[in-house]
């Protein structure tokens, strides 16, 4: 460390000096450029205005003149600097001298250890380095292994216990130089099995700082997936070529405001039927029927009288959506009502009863006679020979040549 601080003040200072060196030179040269100004300044405008030049050669002078106080501020900081880095250095001269003995001390024993504990240098020692969280970890295996240790050694006392007991009985007839060689053999190959034991830790310790790395690239597919996965969503709702998708996706979301402006006004036509989006078709209709355990119908299956109630929910529906931006005041219903019962016929009277209220025009055209009897005003087409009509009611006025006006 002591080194390392050494050659960074020695470049400081190198540095330090190859500025000043620079300035001086820049300094130089500016003087000389001064020099040769005044020279041109006598060969080329001798007949020009002189006050004009000199002023024009002083301001130029009094930058040069503070480049160069600049320069020589700029060295005397550096200067500065040197003494201080040379003290500095002295200092720490000093104390590597009282400390390099020391280090030598430590360097040895550092190195025995590290012999000791199986290491090739430092660097492998700083790189097998476990985190807290890791020693934390090691420190509850070691201690659940010195608990089995003092199990082990308890067993192993018995078992030596027993082998006295057995060796006493001279039951063995090998000899005691056979054992003894076989004994050598078995010491190195447990040698030999601790060098490949080692051998596997350092690969285990490799292949968890692979894991940490696989982790961490995996971190990032993942990310990159979801990141993914978010424009397919996109592309499956509006990606293609031809825009169908966006066309439908659009229309989808106009169709959803109408069946729901479509489904209030049927609330108040009937209580059983509910607009919804067709499974197979987005853009087409299905209804829900609550009569039926809310089962799910398509429209064609509807009755005379339920398909003109829900047309006229559609229609309604529409007329309020588009009534945002246009507005609809007028309202005609062709025929329909011959297929609704009584009280959906009342039901969908008072709707457009108060429709009219709300300032709409509605008109009806039917042949049903209990509206006659609910719309006060009428205008009757009377059916009259050879395949004419005419037509009777307020406002309607016949002119001269048979016209009929409203």
Request: aromatic share 4%; charged share 30%; proline share 1%.
């Amino acid at each position: 460390m002591l080194n390392s601080e050494l050659k960074r003040l020695a470049a400081v200072i190198e540095t330090r000096n190859q500025a000043l060196s620079e300035k001086q030179q820049a300094l130089n040269a500016l003087r000389e450029m001064v020099e040769n100004r005044r020279t041109e300044r006598r060969q080329w405008f001798g007949e020009h205005n002189p006050d004009s030049e000199e002023s024009r050669l002083e301001q130029a002078a009094a930058v040069a003149e503070q480049v160069e106080k600049n320069a020589r501020t700029a060295e005397n900081e550096a200067r500065q600097q040197w003494n201080a880095a040379t003290v500095q250095i002295d200092g720490l001269k000093t104390r590597i001298e009282k400390n390099t003995a020391a280090l030598q001390t430590l360097e040895v024993s550092f190195s025995n250890e590290l012999r000791v504990a199986e290491f090739a240098d430092e660097h492998v020692f700083s790189a097998c380095r476990l985190t807290s969280q890791e020693r934390e970890r090691l420190k509850a295996d070691a201690k659940a292994l010195d608990d089995r240790q003092i199990d082990v050694q308890a067993r192993l006392k018995d078992r030596e216990n027993r082998l006295a007991q057995e060796v006493d009985k001279k039951l063995s007839v090998t000899s005691r130089e056979v054992l003894e060689l076989e004994y050598a053999t078995l010491d190195k190959q447990v040698a030999l099995l601790r060098d490949v034991i080692a051998g596997i830790r350092h690969q285990l310790q490799t292949n968890q700082a692979a894991v940490y790395s696989m982790q961490a690239k995996l971190a990032g597919i993942a990310a990159q997936k979801h990141e993914c996965g978010r424009w397919e969503r996109l592309y499956d709702l509006v990606g293609s070529a031809d825009g169908k998708k966006y066309r439908n996706f659009a229309q989808g979301l106009t169709f959803e405001i109408v069946i729901d402006h479509a489904n209030r006004q049927l609330q108040k036509l009937t209580d059983r039927y509910l607009l919804v989006h067709d499974r197979d078709k987005p853009l087409a209709l299905s209804v829900i029927d609550s009569y039926q355990a809310g089962e799910i119908r398509s429209t064609r299956n509807l009755s005379g009288g339920e398909s003109f109630i829900v047309s006229l929910a559609l229609a309604l529906g529409l007329s309020r959506m588009a009534s945002r931006n246009v507005r609809i005041d007028s309202l005609f219903l062709d025929e329909g009502f011959g297929t609704l019962d009584e009280e959906a016929l009342d039901t969908a009277l008072d709707m457009l009863a108060s429709l009219q209220q709300d300032g709409k025009l509605i008109g009806v055209i039917s042949h049903v006679p209990m509206l006659k009897v609910r719309i006060s005003t009428q205008i009757e087409v009377i059916p009259q020979t050879g395949g004419r009509s005419r037509v009777v009611g307020p406002g309607v006025q016949c002119l001269g040549s048979g016209e009929v006006v409203v």
